[in-house]
């Protein structure tokens, strides 16, 4: 079953489209890298992806259902995710809610869901701070808990915004890790960065401009007269 | 002793008056978490204003106060609804408009009477010491409905405390859970004006709320400790009422937001001197990040 199609799509705010004409399918286990500057529309994409923006025009579908449709196969990690300084939550409380899309209202929470939050703090290494409230942690901890909380969902898709953001290198190479391993058990990403690199391992590359300036395997797609357009610059060699 | 018993041991009323005001602190405690969480305090404050043209209609036709204000905030979250989303305004903007809106037609209808004043004074300050057993269970009955609605709601409530993206893309209608939070706040300020009136129940649903929010690291001891809180100040609120012949509504309010003013100020001593602590213990921990 394809992951992620998209067909002539266009998404945006109101009646102005951001992007349009997009068409694009993604398999099992394949990785979606965006890429653009700001205000591109790497974000809007994501956004109609996870179903918070309805799509404008064109057909998408993600497990061959609408956006939104499956919260318990598609996780979505919002470029800044909210950590209230106001809201009393450890680590663990805040990756527990990446569960309640499978507890729903009314079911009690088992050990294996224990289990998944508690691998999945260990995952983004943040399980030392479990018990920790989340309004005292620096900024990368608080986007590892983040993490954490997206990786409990046990999706299928997974859609990531700018998840390096705030992090040093080493935090990117985990992030990198993380991505390539649930890769590798079929999970398929779609993942906004303005890193070049993270590219590198990608299926395919999405090059935006408030278009798609290219799309395709990241040799084709990040080619130095698409970089150039997309940001006045090419790439070193 | 004497000073802290004799007033609640020798007075019915004010038993009732303790019993009643420990009931509107256990229900305020649980909705006002969530106002305090979600950053709901105007609604809450436009609610408990709203609610006052439907009571003075009911005083006016001689139907049920209770019933009046259940139609007043039924107006008043509908109109805000309407407002906010066909005329494209802000949700502030719509509840500020409605808010002084349904305030100023609770005054013009109150002030077609002059036996009106005393009723206003009542409905916006509260009647604690001439609560009877019938509002106790009416206060009760709310505690219970209260308790149920967070119960159940208490993942899409958390995930929306949080963010309204994270409950919808955790499967929840964000706009729903809103309106099911929005009636559970009106079912406590319905409940309660009876009691601290509709100006005071708002420092009810706040302030013992934003105690607990300094000290808890879960909803639950949140919860717990603004009922505590809550319960403490009415005591005290009480007392002095009591022995310094004071508002009794006002003094329960007051002794909340001065048991916050002084847990804030404890909180923020007590950080400061951690992060000293910290800093010697730890001087590099700071700026490291590790993914």
């Given at each position: 079953?394809?992951?992620?199609?998209?067909?002539?799509?266009a998404?945006?705010?109101?009646?102005?489209?951001?992007?349009?004409?997009?068409?694009?399918?993604?398999?099992?286990?394949?990785?979606?890298?965006l890429?653009?500057?700001?205000g591109?529309?790497?974000?809007?994409l994501?956004?109609?992806?996870?179903g918070?923006?309805e799509?404008?025009?064109?057909?998408v579908?993600?497990l061959?259902?609408?956006?939104?449709?499956?919260?318990?196969?598609?996780?979505?990690?919002?470029?800044?995710?909210v950590s209230?300084?106001t809201l009393?939550?450890?680590v663990?409380?805040?990756?527990a809610?990446?569960r309640f899309?499978?507890?729903?209202l009314?079911k009690?929470?088992?050990?294996?869901?224990?289990?998944?939050?508690?691998?999945?703090?260990?995952?983004?290494?943040?399980?030392?701070?479990?018990?920790?409230?989340i309004?005292?942690?620096s900024?990368?901890?608080?986007?590892?808990?983040?993490?954490?909380?997206?990786?409990?969902?046990?999706?299928?898709?997974?859609?990531?915004?700018?998840?390096?953001?705030?992090?040093?290198?080493?935090?990117?190479?985990?992030v990198?890790?993380?991505i390539?391993?649930e890769?590798?058990?079929?999970?398929?990403?779609?993942?906004?960065?303005?890193?070049?690199?993270?590219?590198?391992?990608?299926?395919?590359?999405?090059?935006?401009?408030?278009?798609?300036?290219s799309?395709?395997?990241?040799?084709e797609?990040?080619?130095?007269e698409?970089?150039?357009?997309?940001?006045?610059?090419?790439?070193?060699? | 002793?004497?000073?802290?018993?004799d007033?609640?041991?020798?007075?019915?009323?004010?038993?009732?008056?303790?019993?009643?005001?420990?009931?509107?602190?256990?229900?305020?405690?649980i909705?006002?978490?969530?106002?305090?969480?979600?950053?709901?305090a105007f609604?809450g404050?436009?609610?408990?204003?709203?609610?006052?043209p439907?009571?003075?209609?009911?005083?006016?036709?001689?139907?049920?106060?209770?019933l009046?204000?259940?139609?007043?905030?039924?107006?008043?979250?509908?109109?805000?609804?309407?407002v906010s989303?066909?005329?494209?305004l802000?949700?502030?903007?719509?509840i500020?408009?409605l808010f002084v809106?349904?305030?100023?037609?609770?005054?013009?209808i109150t002030?077609?009477?002059?036996?009106?004043?005393?009723?206003?004074?009542?409905?916006?300050?509260?009647?604690l010491?001439?609560?009877?057993?019938?509002?106790?269970?009416?206060?009760?009955?709310a505690?219970?409905i209260?308790?149920?609605?967070?119960?159940?709601?208490?993942?899409?409530?958390?995930?929306?405390?949080?963010?309204d993206?994270?409950?919808?893309?955790?499967?929840?209608?964000?706009?729903?859970?809103?309106?099911?939070?929005?009636?559970?706040?009106?079912?406590?300020?319905?409940?309660?004006?009876?009691?601290?009136?509709t100006?005071?129940?708002?420092?009810?649903?706040?302030?013992?709320?934003?105690t607990?929010?300094?000290?808890?690291?879960r909803?639950?001891?949140?919860?717990?400790?603004?009922?505590?809180?809550?319960?403490?100040?009415?005591?005290?609120?009480l007392?002095?009422?009591?022995?310094?012949?004071?508002?009794?509504?006002?003094?329960?309010?007051?002794?909340?937001?001065?048991?916050?003013?002084?847990?804030?100020?404890?909180n923020?001593?007590?950080?400061a001197?951690?992060?000293?602590h910290?800093d010697?213990?730890?001087?590099?921990?700071?700026?490291?990040?590790?993914?």
């Open positions: 079953m394809t992951s992620v199609h998209a067909s002539s799509l998404v945006g705010y109101g009646k102005r489209p951001v992007v349009d004409n997009i068409s694009l399918d993604l398999q099992p286990g394949e990785l979606l890298v890429i653009g500057t700001n591109s529309g790497k974000s809007t994501l956004k109609t992806l996870a918070l923006i799509p404008m025009q064109g057909k579908t993600l061959s259902s609408a956006p939104g449709q499956l919260p318990t196969q598609v996780a979505y990690l919002p470029q800044h995710p209230s300084h009393p939550l450890c663990q409380d805040v990756v809610m990446g899309a499978h507890l729903g009314f009690r929470s088992t050990d294996t869901d224990r289990a998944i939050v508690l691998e999945s703090m260990k995952r983004t290494g943040i399980d030392s701070q479990a018990n920790d409230p309004r005292d942690l900024g990368g901890q608080q986007q590892r808990t983040h993490l954490a909380q997206v990786l409990a969902r046990r999706a299928e898709v997974l859609l990531l915004d700018e998840p390096t953001a705030g992090l040093d290198l080493n935090g990117r190479k985990a990198a890790e993380l390539a391993t890769r590798s058990r079929g999970v398929t990403v779609v993942l906004a960065t303005h890193e070049l690199a993270d590219a590198e391992s990608a299926n395919m590359v999405m090059l935006l401009a408030q278009r798609v300036v799309l395709g395997a990241p040799t797609a990040l080619r130095d698409y970089l150039r357009e997309c940001f006045g610059f090419t790439q070193p060699h | 002793m004497n000073y802290l018993v007033p609640f041991a020798n007075n019915e009323f004010m038993r009732l008056a303790l019993f009643g005001g420990i009931l509107v602190a256990c229900t305020c405690a909705a006002g978490t969530f106002v305090v969480l979600r950053g709901l609604v404050d436009a609610l408990a204003h709203g609610v006052l439907g009571i003075a209609t009911a005083m006016l036709l001689g139907f049920s106060g209770i009046g204000a259940a139609i007043g905030a039924a107006v008043m979250m509908g109109g805000v609804s309407i989303r066909k005329f494209r802000s949700g502030d903007t719509a500020g408009l809106g349904m305030l100023s037609l609770g005054v013009v002030s077609r009477s002059t036996s009106f004043v005393g009723d206003l004074t009542r409905i916006l300050f509260g009647e010491l001439g609560i009877t057993t019938t509002d106790l269970a009416w206060q009760f009955a505690l219970i209260v308790g149920a609605i967070a119960f159940v709601s208490r993942r899409p409530f958390l995930l929306l405390s949080v963010d993206g994270l409950a919808r893309t955790s499967g929840f209608s964000a706009r729903l859970f809103h309106n099911v939070m929005l009636t559970m706040v009106a079912i406590t300020v319905i409940a309660s004006f009876q009691t601290v009136g100006l005071l129940v708002l420092g009810m649903l706040i302030a013992p709320a934003a607990g929010s300094l000290f808890a690291r909803i639950e001891s949140m919860m717990l400790i603004a009922a505590l809180v809550g319960s403490l100040s009415t005591y005290i609120g007392l002095i009422s009591y022995h310094y012949d004071l508002a009794a509504g006002a003094s329960i309010v007051l002794t909340a937001v001065m048991i916050f003013a002084v847990s804030a100020t404890a923020e001593v007590r950080k001197r951690g992060h000293d910290h010697h213990e730890h001087p590099h921990v700071h700026g490291e990040i590790h993914v």
